[in-house]
């Protein structure tokens, strides 16, 4: 048998394992292991596990995860989303949809501080559906918006997702952040005007909320100084090259921890649930990133990757429609699974194709997380969409996938403009200081 | 009876030493986070810096994966797809998981097994780390250590299913 039959079955032997419900890092190393040993030999496959293991789990520049994960749990625990939820919420919660436009807004913020989707959706949700219940609020509305904008945690920097891409495909933490800025503040104002659109046409779906007058709303920025002091040192340390990653990730954690002190939220539990918390979601990272690497080295040998970008360039098609078809396969994909696998599982043979099409790899970067973010609310498999209705138990699964579609059409024009204008990206980055 | 006996037998001892190195893990973290911000301060405030950091960081990083490892598992942390299995059967199921958690086992011992063999070389080849001369072997010790144990917590998720197979 060639390698690239050995690499196809090996793929399909993945899937399989997949569907039957293996942890997605264990199959990966799995077959991983056994591609390899197949091409190769048993012997060097064997030393692979141990060696990457130990590899992987000692490579300093990954010391970024369980820090950005750390400061986001902090921020959570000292109630920061509240705050911001708070302001936002006086000075957008008159207008119609007012109060969807603040959770957005909210959502957004909190973003700037957490890597994380799901803590983003799980916060807000907790924050801003019973302020929506209490103003009557279309349940499809209330729930949409914020299962929608939760998903900016994973594009507003510090962002989990662009750290793990930034591994896979070796390209710069620090650039992959600020390139994610711009993006998600259109992908929020976006979103913003949907709501708007929405309301306009049907204004039963968002009444407006109380109004506030200009003394209460410019007091309640107080509210907000520790969001933006976090996000003005994280980011902006990194934008000027005064931190590295890791620099950055650890300053960003230990402020969170200190602000946390300051407001007097520490407690015993909140630090250790914090700890905990960070722990398994590190250990759970770290597994898939390991199964990642030693399916990588087969998928190498296998020659899969290599063999694809030659047939696709020898289709002759545009580029633009190949990049298209690409994030339609994403799309699809993405109903089905979670983000995060899809992107360990495709990374090492899309990546080196989009290069080979010449496509800039920062800009591709914030196109497949704003496709991870699509599925993370695309019904069945919708994980954010899974939260929300924990929090909201008597909204039914459907009512919530319904509210979301005019969102995922907002994150569709989101993706199309940054196919038409790459430069919502990729402006920010070439103004760093290196 | 038998099966359902050696379930109870190896959870009680493998659960909770997973909460236990899992607790040494929380802690490797917050030291993790004092050792940055310290090291940052150091250097942007006095110009210098503590010897080793990046290499104490790396080793904490490596204890805090796998000291964390084996509680994820317990804790059902391991991200899964949970497409098709959801419309089987109960029993239908637990027999794919008595399978899948078996591979995982082996698997996992394979790790070990690995991780064991690497350190083996490390010594022998008396490497040490860059700045402080650590000796490497015993942090790869952690690395067999904390795949040991994950494949015993698997070893339970095992038993249980097959468990659950006999019940239904």
Known sequence: MSPVTIGIIGIFFLFVLLALRMQIGFCMALVGFLGFGLLI?????FSLLGMEAYKTGTLYSLTVIPLFILMG?????????LEIYDTVYRWLGFLPGGLSMATTGACAGFAAISGSSLATAATMGMVALPEMKRFKYDDSLATGCIAAGGTLGILIPPSTVLIIYGILTEQAIATLFIAGILPGVLLSLLFITTIYILT????????????????ERVYSLKGTWSLLLLFFLVIGGLYTGWFTPTEAAGVGACGAFVITIVKRRLTWDNLRGSLTETAKTTAMVFAILIGANIFGYFLTVSQIPDQLSTW???????????????????????????GLAIMVLTIPIVFPMVMEMGFDPIWFGIIITLVMEMSLITPPVGVNVFIISGVAKDVPMYTIFRGIFPFWVAMLVCIILLLLFPQIALFLPVTMVQ | MKIQQSHHSVELWVNPI??????????????????????????????????GTVEVTEFMLLILVFFALAQTEVLNGHVKVDLVMGRFSERS???VDAITQLACFFLFGLFTWSALVYSGKMREAVEVSQDLWLPIFPFVYVVAAGCALLSLVLLTKFFMALVKIIKS
């Open chain 1, 41 to 45: 030999s048993f012997g060097p496959s």
């Open chain 1, 73 to 81: 749990q902090f921020a959570n625990y000292s109630k920061m989303g």
């Open chain 1, 200 to 215: 306009k046409m049907k204004p039963s779906l968002g009444p407006p909320g109380p109004r506030f007058s200009m003394k």
């Open chain 1, 312 to 338: 696709i360039a020898e289709l002759g098609l545009n580029r633009y429609i190949i990049m298209a078809i690409l994030i339609f396969v994403y799309i699809v994909l993405g109903c089905f699974m979670e």
């Open chain 2, 18 to 51: 997973s909460k236990i190195v899992n607790r040494i893990a929380s802690g490797v973290l917050f030291f993790m986070m004092l050792l940055t911000i310290a090291d940052v301060f150091l250097r942007k405030v006095f110009s210098s810096s503590i010897l």
């Open chain 2, 93 to 95: 199921q637990a027999m």
